[in-house]
Structures are given as C-alpha cells and as structure tokens.
C-alpha cells in the first residue's frame, strides 16, 4: 500500500460525457501527478500540482484539466469523453515538486468509455 | 517531441538467469528513471539516477546512466519468480519538463 489513494477504482461512462477522478496523496506530500495508460500509448505523464499550483504539464488533452485543492487532494477532469479515453489513469504524489523525485502511484482508476 | 525506445519489448527466462533490458533516445535526459509494475498495481519506482555514467544498484538490480546522457541499462541478476512484470523506463528533461516513459519491457521468469 503506497498510502495514495484513488476513486472511484472502476468508471464505466458513454462518449460525451464528463467524468472527476479523484486522488488524495501520502500524508505530507505536496505534490500530485497525473498519468495514463493504455494498450496502445503506454504510460503517460498529464500533468503535476505542488502546493496548490500548476508544476508540470505533459501530453494532456485540452478536454482534461485537473486541480489540487487546499487540503492537497486532486482532481482530474475529463470531458467531451471518447472511445480512446479508456484507459487507467494513475494518481502518484511525492513529497518535493521536482519530476525525478520519488514518487508513489495509487492503485489506479480504470475508466471504460462505451 | 521526444520518445523512449525501450527494449526488448518482452523477454521469458528460466529462473537464476540474468536480465538486461535498455532505452534509447534521440533526445538528453538529465534524469533516468526505472519502474517496476506488477499486474493490477501502479508503478514503483526502482532506481533513479542523476549524472552521467552513473551506476546505481538496488539489490539484484543495477542501472546506469549513459554517458551520452541519451541511454539508460537496467540489469537483473539471479531472476526469480517474483521478478515477473512490466518494466518501464523513464527520462527527465529539465528542460522541457517532461517526464516520458518508454513502451515497457514485460518479463516473465520460468521457475
């Protein structure tokens, strides 16, 4: 157990549809990343927050933004939902805000779009 | 934009054999990353490494930095059963501030 925790674990939605992902960090660490991964484009970095702000961006689609909240948990939203947004969507946090610090993944979210 | 190629894609050993697996770019990293990713589980963080030529070991498992900061080796010595998984690398520019992973590396250990 990484102590990052990640709902819901299973999302099953239509196309067009918006969905939130929802992450809370290890107790003390300021920052939350975002990743994805599918069959045919690997792991992927989304996005980074530290502290509350913006850090780091990646191959994140215009349709996905996230947020980190004063209490460190995160959001990540997708909208306008398609066939290749199914995927599992990986929360990691870490204590500092520099990428190559170590970080500890959630479980994961697996998000089906039908 | 900046890629990984990582390989091989999959390997299937015997037991107590050594493993080596590598990534490649056409791009400078700053940062080399290895993880470990078991089925159902997110990615653990094995090795990272900082400078170039590096060489970092962590148990039976050793990884180094290339010297053209473009590459990165990941070996495993004396395989065993609980070896088995997907093995990603990942490189850190500084800057871009990407973080980009390779394809990953599936290994599979025969007792």
């Known amino acids: 157990d990484s102590g990052v925790t990640q709902t819901p674990k299973h999302l099953i939605t239509a196309t067009g549809q918006r969905v939130t992902l929802r992450c809370s960090p290890r107790?003390?660490?300021?920052?939350v990343y975002w990743y994805q991964q599918s069959l045919d484009q690997g792991l992927q970095f989304l996005i980074q927050?530290?502290?509350?702000?913006?850090?780091a961006k990646g191959n994140i689609l215009e349709r996905f933004s996230a947020q980190q909240f004063p209490d460190l948990h995160s959001e990540l939203n997708l909208s306008s939902l398609e066939l290749g947004d199914s995927a599992l969507y990986f929360c990691?946090?870490?204590?500092?805000?520099?990428?190559?610090?170590?970080?500890?993944f959630g479980p994961g979210t697996r998000l089906t779009v039908l | 934009g900046q890629q990984l190629n990582q390989s091989p894609q999959s390997m299937f050993i015997q037991e107590g054999e050594d493993v080596s697996m590598n990534c490649t770019s056409s791009?400078?990293?700053?940062?080399w990353l290895w993880y470990k990713q078991d089925p159902g589980e997110g990615p653990v963080l094995l090795i990272a490494?900082?400078?170039?030529?590096e060489l970092t070991s962590n148990g039976r498992l050793t990884a180094q930095f290339g010297i053209t900061r473009k590459d990165s080796f990941l070996n495993i010595s004396a395989s065993i059963p609980s070896d088995v998984g997907i093995y990603f690398c990942?490189?850190?520019?500084?800057?871009?501030?990407?973080?980009?992973f390779g394809q990953g590396t599936t290994l599979q250990v025969k007792p």
């Open positions: 791009s400078i990293f700053n940062t």
């Open positions: 990942a490189g850190h520019s500084s800057n871009t501030g990407k973080l980009i």
């Open positions: 990691a946090s870490s204590v500092a805000a520099g990428l190559s610090d170590t970080q500890y």
């Open positions: 490494l900082y400078k170039a030529g």
């Open positions: 927050y530290y502290n509350g702000e913006e850090r």
């Open positions: 107790s003390g660490d300021l920052s």
